[in-house]
Nanobody, 123 residues
Framework: QVQLVESGGGLVQAGGSLRLSCAASGRTFSTYNMGWFRQAPGKERDFVARISWNGGSTYYADSVKGRFTISRDNAKNTVYLQMNSLKPEDTAVYYC????????????????WGQGAQVTVSS
C-alpha cells in the first residue's frame, strides 16, 4: 500500500509556471506507475500524465503535451509535474495516483490517490 501527499499548488497568472510534487510513503514506491489527474468544478476527473515505475516511459493528454512534464525520483519517493505556459483552462484540483497495473490513463486503474492540490490560473 502507498500513501500520497501532493504539494506545490497555488495561484498563477496565465503563461506562468508551477511545479507540483507528490510524496509517497512506503518502500515499494519504485514498483508503481504514477499518474496525474485533474478535476475542474462540475467536471469529471481527467487524465493529465503518467510515468512508468522506472521513469522510462511517459504519456500525456493532448491538452498538456508540450507544456507539462512528468518526472520521478525514486530515491526520494516523489513524482513531479512541471507545468509551463499555464492557461486558465488548466485551473483544477490536481491529484496524483499510483497503480501497479494497467496502461495508466484511466481513473479506475488507480487504487491509490492523494488528497489533491488546487491550481488556479488567472487570465
Amino acid at each position: 500500500q502507498v500513501q500520497l501527499v501532493e504539494s506545490g499548488g497555488g495561484l498563477v497568472q496565465a503563461g506562468g509556471s508551477l511545479r507540483l510534487s507528490c510524496a509517497a510513503s512506503g518502500r515499494t514506491f519504485s514498483t508503481y506507475n504514477m499518474g496525474w489527474f485533474r478535476q475542474a468544478p462540475g467536471k469529471e476527473r481527467d487524465f493529465v500524465a503518467r510515468i512508468s515505475w522506472n521513469g522510462g516511459s511517459t504519456y500525456y493528454a493532448d491538452s498538456v503535451k508540450g507544456r507539462f512534464t512528468i518526472s520521478r525520483d525514486n530515491a526520494k519517493n516523489t513524482v513531479y509535474l512541471q507545468m509551463n505556459s499555464l492557461k486558465p483552462e488548466d485551473t483544477a484540483v490536481y491529484y496524483c495516483a499510483a497503480t501497479a497495473l494497467g496502461v495508466g490513463i484511466f481513473v479506475n486503474e488507480y487504487p491509490y490517490w492523494g488528497q489533491g492540490a488546487q491550481v488556479t490560473v488567472s487570465s
